[in-house]
């Protein structure tokens, strides 16, 4: 492949004018997604892309795409998308799995492929063109990563969910969100290298949905929590590695107080990602209201303790537990066990009620036993809540 000797930050006319035609080419999409144009997606927007490829890479030395020469970071690369899609299949062990919405057979696979794969990989080529081209100019690559985040969007959906305040909150968290942490990563790294570096995560991670016949049967908070965190993550591991190379790093010192920093950087995301979705003994959940003062009250965050079915059916009375009644979580006491025929049965009553709770609690509802609670940082939950139930 070309590699330039030369940083060249001249913005050539091709390169205008295809930014020109990207700019409009948003606007035809907004209006076709608006609209819901099956046409559009399963025939416009592919081939649309695809004469982005092929003009690109027939151009590929007029348009220098710079390729950075140390495999270790495509290694990585492959490395943690692996990693990301095992994890990612993980959570279904936990959370559950549900049929994949794709058909499976081979035409079926080929169709979803061509539609979803190539504008990914023209993005990515897009992307690497004009920001290798011109590395210095910071609002040009600010530009171009919003625009191709706005190719990207879903116009369709975000509208129509837009009067529902509660799907459409859970929409920007689990769709656009994701989608601009993600597009950011990939900008800083077609910068420290070229396209290949985003499109090998991109491929691995839109490939595991397109093939598994199952998929993690996650909500939209864990959903959104991996696609805000994993590009996090992923920016910090390179950003330690492209560091490391500078040679501008003064000392052995400074070398390993950075390594320190982002080694604890890393494990606090990590544990933090892994404590909000509950793959962790331990989960929290915010209370709404004020049935268990003054315990606890509400804007507080309960932390709460799995337990296995041996000890669902030996929950001592007095003890708090957290259970479901359909969508809802409750965190009551235990005032009463009644067994009947080896089904065990829970009277639960909030502390500050005066008549216990109307329904009895199974077990199979209980999800954990109380440990202890965090005063006021759950506010902002619950302010969300009441503003979507207004």
Not at 37 to 64: H, Q
Not at 84 to 101: C, M, Q, V, W
Request: aromatic share 16%; with cysteine; net charge positive.
């Amino acid at each position: 492949m070309y590699k330039s000797r030369h940083r060249q930050n001249n913005f050539s006319v091709p390169n205008k004018y295809i930014l020109i035609i990207l700019i409009i080419y948003e606007l035809i999409t907004i209006y076709a997604t608006i609209n819901n144009n099956i046409f559009y997606t399963n025939f416009i927007n592919p081939t649309f892309w695809a004469g982005i490829i092929i003009y690109l890479i027939w151009n590929i030395k007029k348009n220098y795409i710079r390729f950075n020469n140390n495999k270790q970071y495509y290694i990585n690369m492959m490395i943690i998308s692996c990693i990301y899609a095992t994890f990612y299949f993980y959570t279904g062990f936990i959370f559950g799995f549900s049929k994949s919405p794709y058909n499976h057979s081979i035409i079926p696979i080929l169709k979803n492929i061509i539609i979803q794969i190539l504008p990914i990989i023209g993005i990515e080529i897009t992307r690497s063109v004009f920001l290798n081209r011109n590395r210095d100019n910071k609002l040009l690559q600010i530009f171009l990563t919003i625009l191709l985040i706005l190719l990207e969007i879903n116009y369709h959906i975000l509208i129509s969910l837009y009067p529902n305040k509660e799907h459409f909150f859970q929409y920007i968290c689990s769709n656009i969100l994701p989608l601009i942490a993600g597009s950011c990563l990939y900008t800083y790294l077609t910068l420290k290298g070229t396209f290949i570096l985003p499109l090998m995560f991109r491929l691995v991670s839109e490939l595991v949905i397109l093939l598994l016949p199952i998929l993690p049967n996650l909500d939209w908070f864990g959903i959104g929590s991996m696609g805000i965190l994993t590009p996090i993550l992923i920016y910090l591991l390179f950003k330690f590695k492209f560091t490391k190379i500078k040679k501008d790093i003064k000392s052995k010192q400074k070398n390993l107080y950075e390594k320190i920093i982002y080694v604890i950087t890393l494990t606090i995301c990590i544990s933090l990602v892994c404590f909000m979705l509950g793959l962790f003994k331990y989960e929290p959940i915010t209370i709404l209201s004020n049935s268990m003062m003054p315990q606890f009250s509400r804007g507080d965050v309960v932390i709460f303790k799995k337990i296995n079915d041996t000890e669902l059916k030996k929950i001592p009375i007095n003890s708090i537990i957290i259970y479901t009644i359909g969508e809802k979580n409750i965190a009551h006491r235990v005032v009463d066990k009644i067994e009947n025929d080896g089904t065990v049965l829970y009277q639960t009553k909030g502390d500050k009620n005066n008549t216990p709770d109307g329904d009895l609690v199974a077990i199979n509802q209980i999800k954990g036993v109380y440990v202890f609670n965090i005063k006021y940082i759950g506010y902002p939950s619950v302010w969300l809540y009441e503003y979507f139930n207004q």
